[in-house]
Structure formats: structure tokens, C-alpha cells
Nanobody, 125 residues
């Protein structure tokens, strides 16, 4: 599975962005997909995940109610809609595919084996 993230940019606090992650490979629709982020000097952290059929999602507490993860398996794409952005959301955002096919969902970066190149989100105050 190869992943290509896009949609990052510079936005003012309170604004919105939608990140996209386009995947190649026949097993995309069978894998949990996650979004992670990494701010300068910080460790990579979990943001959101969606299971293989979109029936289960999870978010880190700081983005609940503001971010929405979704997927379109027909287009091999996962999205992250980010609303009410805050300066502390500034980071490089990565999409990732879980190592297991039809496996349990996980928030642990080490359980994801395929990673996109990252897209920078900058939120100004």
C-alpha cells in the first residue's frame, strides 16, 4: 500500500481544512486507516482512526467534536475534516495504514506499517 497525503496549508485559528490520503494497493479497503501528527520537537501522536468499513472511528480527546475522519473505499481515499482549528493543531499530519487486514483498531503508531509522506498544517493565531 502506498499513501499520498494532501490538503495541508496555512489557516487562521477557527478555520477549516480537509486532508486527503490517496492509497494504492488492493488491500486498502481491508485495513484500518489512521491520521497522526507530529509537531516540532514532539513525538508523533495519534489523531484519529477509522476501521476498514467505516463503522468504527476514534479520536484523541483534543480533537473530538472538531475533526471528522471518513473514508471512501471506492476511491481508495481517507479524509480528515478539521474544523475550528487551533494554533496547537499545527503539525505535520501523516496518514497510515494498519499492518493487519481486517484486524483490530489501534492508536499505536507501531501497529501501522504503511505511512504517507506527511502534509503540513499551520494554524495562525
Amino acid at each position: 500500500v502506498q499513501l499520498q497525503a494532501s490538503g495541508g496549508g496555512l489557516v487562521q485559528a477557527g478555520g477549516s481544512l480537509r486532508l486527503s490520503c490517496a492509497a494504492s494497493g488492493r488491500t486498502f479497503s481491508s485495513r484500518t486507516m489512521g491520521w497522526f501528527r507530529q509537531a516540532p520537537g514532539m513525538e508523533r501522536e495519534f489523531v484519529a482512526l477509522i476501521n476498514w468499513n467505516g463503522g468504527s472511528t476514534a479520536y484523541t480527546d483534543s480533537v473530538k467534536g472538531r475533526f471528522t475522519i471518513s473514508r471512501d473505499n471506492a476511491k481508495n481515499t481517507v479524509y480528515l475534516q478539521m474544523n475550528s482549528l487551533k494554533p496547537e493543531d499545527t503539525a505535520v499530519y501523516y496518514c497510515a495504514a494498519d499492518s493487519a487486514v481486517f484486524g483490530p483498531v489501534s492508536r499505536v503508531p507501531g501497529d501501522y506499517v504503511y505511512w504517507g509522506q506527511g502534509t503540513l498544517v499551520t494554524v495562525s493565531s
